[in-house]
């Protein structure tokens, strides 16, 4: 993370990130009292704290468990009734933010 920043100092305006390095990058940017906006993924309880610290300035929420409906319905639909899915299937996201994070529990 610190090499990133010391690539391109100076030239971030705002940072999303999708992977598991939320926790060091926020970590980061709190330790070295960086101010810069910051869209994360996933509500971790790790987020909603960096959230209310003020580090994280939203996160994109994603229904797992409804992810996880749709895709065993559509598999039940193809080995019960030999239905094939559909080639895309879309689910729902929503975004997180400070004031309405207490929905993401």
Avoid: W
Wanted: with cysteine.
């Amino acid at each position: 993370v610190p090499e990133i920043f010391q690539e391109h100092s100076g030239k971030i305006d705002g940072i999303y990130i999708t992977s598991g390095l939320s926790a060091p990058l926020c970590r980061y940017l709190e330790k070295n009292a960086l101010d810069i906006p910051f869209v994360a993924f996933d509500t971790y309880e790790v987020i909603k704290s960096y959230m209310q610290k003020g580090v994280v300035s939203a996160a994109i929420a994603q229904n797992v468990a409804g992810q996880m409906e749709t895709a065993f319905e559509e598999l039940v639909r193809y080995l019960i009734m030999g239905k094939k899915p559909p080639t895309t299937l879309y689910t729902d996201v929503q975004i997180a933010l400070k004031g309405n994070m207490h929905q993401f529990d």
